[in-house]
């Protein structure tokens, strides 16, 4: 079984637009991490933000923001106020237990498109 | 956020030799570092992760004596593509693991700016 999925290819939004980013995990481990990365055309992974399991409150980093459901599994990325240079693919990630030794599961992507 | 570099950014090279790609942690020490190969319009696959003082763990299917993997430092890993093949010509990244508590949230692992092969 696919340890991320991320359902959505491509995705469009309008500029200054909220978007949502799909992700489900699956994992018997009690205590793992979710990532979300940015991957613009230059190949570079850029770290956007993290949710531990035991964070009760959804992590927030500027305009972006982690809807976290422990139940449904599901770590959706929000952008709010999307800008044209949000135009990219986005990864979501997991990690297995509470070292960072451990390594990093990814889903497959999503490219998002910001139309101007 | 933490900074990793990749040297080279980019290399094309005859089939048959070796190249090095170095990737350094530049403000904190990474007892473990990861690499990763990317074909295009694909996630990121996980060849192996490197553990400092330590042999590297091989994901299974990639070949440890065809990638050699040294992570001689807490702050610099290297990987060998040793006798390249046109077949070898990919997106190589690496990522380095922060020590708990840095940066935002534990052990968070920062991404090199990626190596592209090409070999002839």
């Known amino acids: 079984a696919q340890k991320i999925t991320q359902t959505q290819p491509g995705m469009f939004v309008q500029e200054k637009e909220a978007v949502t980013l799909d992700c489900t995990y699956d994992?018997?481990?009690?205590?793992?991490?979710l990532f979300w990365y940015k991957q613009p055309s230059s190949g570079e992974m850029i770290f956007l933000i993290y949710?531990?399991?035991?964070?009760?409150q959804n992590a927030t980093e500027g305009r972006y923001s982690l809807n976290f459901q422990k139940a449904r599994k599901s770590a959706n990325l929000v952008i709010s106020a999307s800008q044209l240079g949000d135009s990219a693919m986005y990864f979501c990630?997991?990690?297995?237990?509470?070292?960072?030794?451990?390594?990093?599961?990814f889903g497959t992507g999503t490219r998002l498109t910001v139309i101007p | 956020g933490a900074v990793v570099s990749q040297h080279p950014s980019w290399v094309i090279c005859k089939s048959g030799t070796s190249v090095k790609i170095e990737c350094r942690s530049l403000?904190?020490?990474?007892?473990?570092m990861f690499w990763y190969r990317q074909f295009p319009k694909q996630s990121l696959m996980l060849m192996a992760t490197?553990?400092?003082?330590?042999?590297?763990?091989?994901e299974q299917g990639v070949e440890k004596d065809k990638f050699l993997i040294n992570h001689a430092s807490l702050t610099l890993s290297t990987l060998t593509v040793t006798s390249a093949h046109p077949e070898d010509s990919s997106f190589y990244i690496c990522?380095?693991?922060?020590?708990?508590?840095?940066?935002?949230?534990?052990?968070?692992?920062?991404f090199g700016p990626g190596t592209r092969l090409t070999v002839l």
């Open positions: 990522s380095a693991s922060s020590p708990a508590r840095q940066g935002r949230g534990l052990g968070v692992q920062y």
């Open positions: 403000d904190f020490q990474a007892t473990t």
């Open positions: 994992t018997s481990d009690q205590s793992y991490g």
């Open positions: 990630a997991m990690r297995e237990g509470s070292t960072g030794a451990n390594n990093l599961f």
């Open positions: 490197s553990n400092e003082g330590s042999k590297a763990t091989y």
């Open positions: 949710q531990g399991s035991y964070d009760e």
